[in-house]
């Protein structure tokens, strides 16, 4: 049997760092050339990521970049939707590194699940004692809540994957990527997949790695972003598949309650110092491997990822209640030429 044409789609701004690299191992998979196009989705870089993209088209038959004037990843991908040709649309993030065979191993499960999107686990490569921290405390319950994604040994049906690779007829039962989730967007989609009764399937035989976050601000600013874009989620579909992303959200508002009632008020500190024993000590369970030094700095993690994300959640509640953006969105998207077959 023939195998589908595939696109991978490559959302990107601004990416003068990481962009040849992608390209060049979106190429280098294993995959029949001839039933392989890479597409760029470029969000008006100000760098030099448009001239290197001139060059990897020159230099590669099968790679050409598009315009993205709305900016934002979820924008991109629709873009590159509605233009390519393939089968199998597999999003590729500029910041991350794939192994030769991840195309092949997607479609291999797409196949023999019939899923509609399949992906892998998240797997981080850490150089500096905050990024191993960081991995380690995403390793556990405590960090990401059970989210099988983060883990390279889960396989199965789940709620989300990371990235993903999508038959293109999904795209014309559910619609695209909503046009103005800055953040969440992949979530949102296979939330919309799963409420259509369709499926999403986590492989470990698909492997990539992406490169984590460098310092507790930056995390801090991600997860808050993160935060708010999973309030606009459930806003505008009134639920979540999994309860795991309201409960950085639930911790934060307790403790505002407490702090602002007197009768609960005493509570607030021992509440607090049991917090952030339970942090120390699974600090020290999963860090320890790499050495008390790091061990130490997982269990400071911890609190940057539930209160930014829970205190990104609360913003998002309070920005999206007051101003909801998901019906333009979606008159955007219905209005967009359909996806051919």
């Not at 280098?28 to 088209?57: F, N």
């Not at 992906?119 to 809540?145: T, W, Y």
């Not at 992406?210 to 639920?239: D, E, I, N, V, W």
């Not at 600090?283 to 911890?302: L, N």
Request: aromatic share 8%; proline share 6%; charged share 20%.
């Amino acid at each position: 049997m023939e195998q589908p044409v595939v696109t991978i789609a490559i959302p990107c701004l601004n990416e003068e760092r990481w962009i040849e690299a992608c390209v060049e191992q979106a190429v280098g998979q294993d995959y029949p050339q001839d039933r392989l196009e890479i597409i760029v989705g470029d969000g008006g870089s100000q760098d030099t990521t448009r001239a290197i993209l001139d060059d990897l088209a020159k230099k590669h038959p099968n790679v050409r970049w598009i315009d993205n004037p709305e900016r934002i990843q979820a924008a991109a991908m629709n873009a590159i939707i509605k233009e390519c040709r393939g089968d199998v649309v597999v999003r590729f993030d500029a910041h991350a590194s794939y192994a030769s065979d991840y195309v092949s191993r997607c479609i291999e499960v797409l196949e023999r699940t019939g899923a509609d999107n399949v992906g892998g686990a998240q797997r981080p490569i850490a150089e500096s004692v905050f990024q191993r921290a960081l991995c380690a405390a995403l390793s556990s319950p405590l960090g990401v809540g059970g989210a099988k994604y983060r883990s390279a040994d889960q396989e199965g049906f789940v709620d989300t994957v990371w990235l993903g690779a999508f038959r293109r007829r999904v795209f014309e039962t559910v619609g695209l990527y909503d046009a103005h989730a800055v953040t969440n967007e992949d979530a949102e989609l296979n939330q919309r997949i799963l409420q259509a009764g369709g499926k999403v399937y986590l492989s470990p035989t698909i492997e990539a790695h992406y490169f984590p976050r460098a310092s507790h601000a930056s995390l801090a600013k991600q997860y808050f972003r993160y935060g708010m874009g999973r309030a606009r989620t459930l806003l505008k579909h009134g639920r979540f598949e999994k309860l795991r992303p309201a409960l950085p959200f639930a911790m934060v508002a307790t403790g505002a309650v407490m702090a602002i009632t007197p009768a609960l008020r005493p509570l607030l500190l021992p509440c607090v110092g049991g917090y952030l024993a339970v942090c120390a000590v699974e600090g020290y369970r999963v860090g320890r491997q790499e050495g008390p030094v790091t061990a130490a700095v997982t269990a400071t993690v911890f609190p940057v990822l539930h209160v930014s994300h829970g205190v990104g959640f609360a913003a998002g509640l309070w920005h999206y209640l007051r101003e909801p953006d998901w019906a333009e969105a979606e008159r955007l998207r219905d209005a967009a030429p359909t996806p051919a077959s």
